[in-house]
């Protein structure tokens, strides 16, 4: 019976037109959800055993963009469920590899001379092991790391293992071995005495592990779960952290691994005896590929090509799988029980003790949410093939009834975010985890990262350039901005009875805009590129012609989407608050700001207009609120209220009758010191507009760049100066030496004979120069000549002027 690569699902939906790119067809095609008006969705969740980093955030924050966009603005009823892999190979190498080192250490609390005699072994083991150039026979220790660097020369230079293509992930791991290798030897190499006994342990971590869990990682009980779950639920709540962090909304269902060894179990025994799997005699259950496409499935249906690619068969398998092929009828087949092998957790069942393979944890799970069919599976693109293909087949084959009806209607997968060409990878440490990036580095926020990843299309790949940030720092400034003005133009605008059509235009086109952009795919570029031009077009609009209403229109049409896209925490997608968290200063602000911007105001203007005097800068300040003297229990008075009495005291001593020079100066630097100095430390900033009082807004991340970048400029052209002016010195000091002394010693010692100008005529040695040689030298000799002549001009006119 022949199968057709995807059967289209037959159904309604209120959204007759949302098309969305799946890859099982590799196109965009409808969305016809099994129950109108309702989604089932299981997404794959994070394997607990290391901290998410951005590449992670790329793949959860775009699901959640995705999410937001079917429930807020599609209005579908999404159940959304997700996994925890708290059960697999690097899990467990992790686990054990971390409770082994935790005892050495406990056993170890010094690092005395054993301690580094082992670290010194498990480094040189730790390298030739994984680094191939340094052969068997090459007598290397820390003292000689240098080896190491001129033998991966190239790979650190950026190159590639095969001459021709661009490295990749095998020239990732290779730099991340190389780095490990250099730590650890540092470490070894250090005065014991200027490292900490924890200093030490972390920079000889990855040897000592490795070697550690050779050595004894099979003692490990298969039934001493604390040894592996002690890691996997620290790294669980970590990963919740992350994504709380990063606006990321829970998943209606979560289901892990480990609490569900059972119904796994039950899962591959009914698979076993429909006939589409077998026991080997480890203990292990494969399933039969040739037996399931006998039965009229298809395999591999996401990447067919890849469907003997052994790299990633055996990748899927996992590092501690069964090695030798000949227990499986079929290369290709894949695990879905492996039998435990000493050092590995395990749990009892019919082939004895063993433990789920990757795959089918996600089928038996997402199966016993979600039932026999789902509408939206999703995941990173890495794990199209093999995990989402084998997960369809094994899936399939359970609940297949002679129906052939297929478990997942639309797999959604995420493009990677890479670095150097390589994807980020916890495995390759080539990475920067999520709290790091937001908390120690702080060089992304939630709202940031959102903004690059809404700019680019969901399914395909980010690489994180200068370019990238930019254009997400831009995009964010202009919305801050836009909400800034929009909000005091509410304010401020006149009533009238009449919206101009020009604008209401606008924002409906932006409205059908967007709306056929998030129809096509969830295509957040558009959608992102059409909220900056309609702020364009209202910045550009003549603002005493528009109402309030107008002004309210396009800031609460801007606002929702970015509540729907996440941009602004918890905040509904029908809101009628305008503007996104971050534009309002802090409420202990308040009450001394304003009156600091309304005094400001005042002095500033009547500087600006040279009008001011000491008995108007007495004037305004006298009659400024917030000023009170300190509170009389001797407690400091808050930073905002400090500044405000710093700025009156500033102003009335620069009026005071002792000073002299021009007052309408002095104010105005007051006003601009108050600005981008005082305030600007309590992250607050004054924007001055012309006519209009100052705007009173917090300091964000655009406002911080673009100082950074007018302080660059400004640095840049300070060195030019610096640059400019040695320059000039050099060719002073050069001018000043006759031309008839510059082929002469000491000057020269090229030469034996000279004219009497001075120009050469012999060679050190004595021998007569060439003609051609002769008349570069005069050459030379001529440009001296000149610069020398300006030289004493300039000399002779300085000292006439003295």
């Known amino acids: 019976m022949s199968q057709p690569p995807w059967i289209m699902p037959t159904g309604s939906t209120h959204q007759p037109d949302l098309k969305i790119y799946n890859s099982l067809t590799r196109s965009k095609v409808p969305l016809i959800p099994i129950e109108a008006e309702h989604i089932k969705w299981y997404s794959c969740g994070p394997t607990v055993y290391d901290d998410a980093h951005l590449g992670h955030a790329r793949n959860y924050v775009t699901t959640d963009i995705i999410r937001r966009i079917l429930r807020d603005y599609f209005h579908f009823k999404v159940r959304f469920v997700m996994n925890i892999t708290d059960v697999d190979d690097k899990i467990i190498l992790r686990a ?22 082992d670290a010194r072994q498990a480094w040189h083991y730790y390298v030739q092991k994984n680094l191939k150039r340094i052969g068997p026979k090459t007598l290397l220790t820390p003292e000689t790391f240098g080896v190491i660097e001129e033998t991966y020369g190239d ?7 095969e001459p021709g293509t661009k490295p990749g992930d095998e020239e990732a791991k290779i730099k991340m071995h190389v780095n490990t290798a250099r730590t650890s030897a540092r470490a070894l190499l250090q005065d014991p005495k200027t490292l900490t006994p924890h200093e030490f342990y972390n920079r000889v971590s990855d040897p000592m592990c490795l070697v550690l869990d050779e050595r004894f990682g099979k003692t490990i009980r298969g039934d001493d779960y604390d040894v592996f779950t002690k890691l996997t639920k620290e790294y669980e709540n970590r990963f919740f952290e992350d994504m709380h962090d990063l606006n990321v909304l829970d998943p209606d269902d979560l289901v892990r691994v480990t609490e569900h060894g059972k119904e796994i179990a039950d899962f591959v025994k009914k698979i076993v005896d429909k006939g589409l799997a077998y026991r080997t005699s480890d203990g292990s259950v494969y399933f039969d590929i040739k037996a399931f496409e006998a039965a009229g499935y298809p395999y591999a249906r996401l990447e067919p090509w890849n469907r003997n690619n052994a790299e990633l068969q055996a990748d899927g398998e996992g590092a501690l799988s069964q090695k030798d092929g000949s227990v499986k009828r079929s290369a290709a087949d894949f695990a879905l029980w492996k039998a435990s092998k000493p050092g590995e957790p395990s749990w009892e069942s019919e082939w004895g003790a063993g433990r789920p393979g990757w795959h089918i944890e996600c089928s038996a799970m997402a199966s016993g949410r979600l039932g026999e069919q789902m509408d939206i599976h999703s995941g990173g693109i890495d794990l199209a093939f093999p995990h989402h293909d084998n997960e369809l087949a094994q899936s399939e084959a359970f609940w297949a009834d002679g129906s052939h009806r297929q478990w997942v209607n639309y797999f959604l997968h995420m493009g990677h975010l890479s670095i150097q060409g390589s994807k980020m990878s916890k495995s390759l440490k080539n990475f920067t985890t999520i709290r790091e990036a937001l908390h120690v580095r702080k060089e992304w926020t939630a709202r940031s990262l959102r903004i690059v990843f809404l700019l680019g299309n969901w399914k395909d790949g980010i690489e994180i350039t200068d370019d990238m940030v930019t254009e997400g720092r831009n995009w964010e400034d202009r919305v801050d901005n836009f909400f800034f003005n929009a909000i005091e133009n509410i304010k401020n605008a006149k009533a009238t009875n009449q919206q101009k059509p020009a604008l209401k235009n606008a924002l ?27 702020i364009n077009t209202y910045n550009s609009a003549r603002k005493s012609d528009l109402t309030p209403d107008d002004h309210r229109d396009v800031a609460l049409f801007v606002t929702r989407l970015v509540n729907i896209f996440g941009l602004n925490g918890s905040e509904p997608a029908d809101t009628e608050q305008v503007g996104w968290k971050g534009i309002d200063i802090p409420d202990a602000a308040k009450e001394y700001v304003f009156p600091l911007a309304r005094m400001r105001d005042e002095l500033r203007q009547a500087a600006i207009a040279k009008s001011i005097t000491r008995e108007k800068v007495q004037e305004i300040v006298s009659t400024s ?34 000073e002299t020079s021009d007052l309408n100066k002095q104010i105005l630097a007051l006003c601009d010191r108050v600005r981008d100095v005082d305030l600007w430390h309590l992250n607050i900033y004054l924007e001055d507009r012309e006519n209009a009082p ?8 655009g406002l911080r760049a673009a100082r950074r970048e007018r302080e660059e400029k400004m640095r840049q052209k300070e060195e030019a100066k610096k640059k400019r002016e040695q320059e000039a010195l050099e060719r002073l000091q ?10 002469r010693p000491p000057h020269s010692t090229e030469f034996s004979a000279w004219d009497a100008d001075g120009l050469p005529t012999a060679t050190k040695d004595g021998s007569p120069l060439t003609a051609s040689r002769v008349k570069k030298l005069k050459k030379e000799w001529e440009a001296q000549r000149k610069a020398h002549d300006k030289y004493l001009a300039t000399v002779q006119n300085g000292s006439a002027a003295q």
């Open 734 to 743: 050069k001018a000043k030496l006759s031309p008839a002394d510059m082929f």
């Open 155 to 161: 790979i650190l230079g950026g190159g590639s293992l």
């Open 694 to 701: 100052a705007l009173v807004r917090p300091v964000t991340e």
């Open 508 to 534: 409906e086109e932006a409205e059908e805009k967007v709306r056929l952009a998030l129809l096509d795919s969830f295509n957040t570029p558009i959608a992102m590129s059409t909220i900056s031009s309609l």
């Open 625 to 658: 609120p917030g000023l009170e003297e300190p509170p009389s229990s001797g407690r400091p008075r808050p930073s905002f209220a400090r500044a405000l009495s710093d700025f009156s005291r500033g102003a009335l001593e620069v009026a005071s009758p002792a």
């Open 96 to 117: 054990r590899q971390r409770h082994l080192y935790d005892e050495y250490k406990k056993q170890h609390r010094y690092v005395d001379d054993q301690v580094r005699q």
